[in-house]
C-alpha cells in the first residue's frame, strides 16, 4: 500500500506544479473535480458502463477463440502451425488499421467495430498463453495420457482446460487491461459514446478539465479492476491449483 501512497503524492504533486506552470493547458485538480460535478452522474456512469461493455465483450470474444483454438490444435499439427504463423501477424497488425477496417465495415456508431477491434487486440496475449501452457501440460502428462488413451475432446476437458487455467488467468489479466486501453482508442474513432469518445469530444472542443476528468477516470478504472478483481482472482486461481 505504501508504494500506491507514494505514487499518489508524486503524481498529485507533479499535476500541481505542472498546472501552476502551465496553468493555460493544464487544469488543476479542483477546476477537474469540479467537472465530474458538472456533467452529472448520469453521464459519467453512462460513458463508464459502456467502456465496460465493449470492453469485456472483445474480451470475451477473444477468450472463445482462444479456447476454440486451443481445441482444433489437438487434432491438427498443421493447424498449430497455423496459429503460430497466425499469432505473428496478429501482433504485427496495428490496433489503427482494425478500427479503420471494422469501421468501414459495421459503421461508425456501432459497438460491434469497437468490441472487435478490443478482441482482436487482446486475442494474440490468449493465443500465446493458450498454445504454449498446451504443449506444457501434453508434455507434463505425457505418460499418463499415453497410458489412458483418452479421446481428443476428453484430453482437453480433463488436461487441457484444468492445467492451463493458471497460466490462462494470467493472461486474461494482461489481455483484459489490454481490452480496456484499447477500447478507448476504438470508441474515439468510432463509437457514439463511452470514456474514449467523451475523451475525444472534450479534447476537440477545448475543455481540458474535461480531457483530464476522463482520462483520470479510465486510469483509476484500470487499476480498482486489475487490483480489486483481477489481481485477487489470478492469486486465487494459483493457490487453489497448487
Known sequence: ????????????????VLSHLYPALIPTPAETLAFYREVGLSLILSS?????YHSFSGFLVASLLTGLAMLLALYSKAFRDFLNALNVFLQSVSVLVWTIVFIMLFGVT????????????????????????????IEKYRPLIVLLKPSK????????????LPEMVSAGRVALGIALRISVVAEAFGSAGGIGYQLVYSYDLGIKAGVFAWALLLIALMIALDQLLLRRLEEWVKGWYW
Open 1 to 16: 500500500m505504501r508504494g500506491w501512497l507514494y505514487l499518489f503524492l508524486f503524481a498529485l504533486a507533479s499535476w500541481l
Open 48 to 52: 463508464l458502463l459502456l467502456t465496460l
Open 110 to 137: 456501432s459497438s460491434i467495430a469497437t468490441i472487435l477491434v478490443t478482441a482482436m487486440a487482446s486475442f494474440p496475449a490468449l493465443l500465446s498463453a493458450g498454445v504454449s501452457s498446451s504443449e506444457k501440460v
Open 153 to 164: 475432446l476428453q484430453l482437453y476437458r480433463h488436461f487441457i482446460v484444468p492445467g492451463t
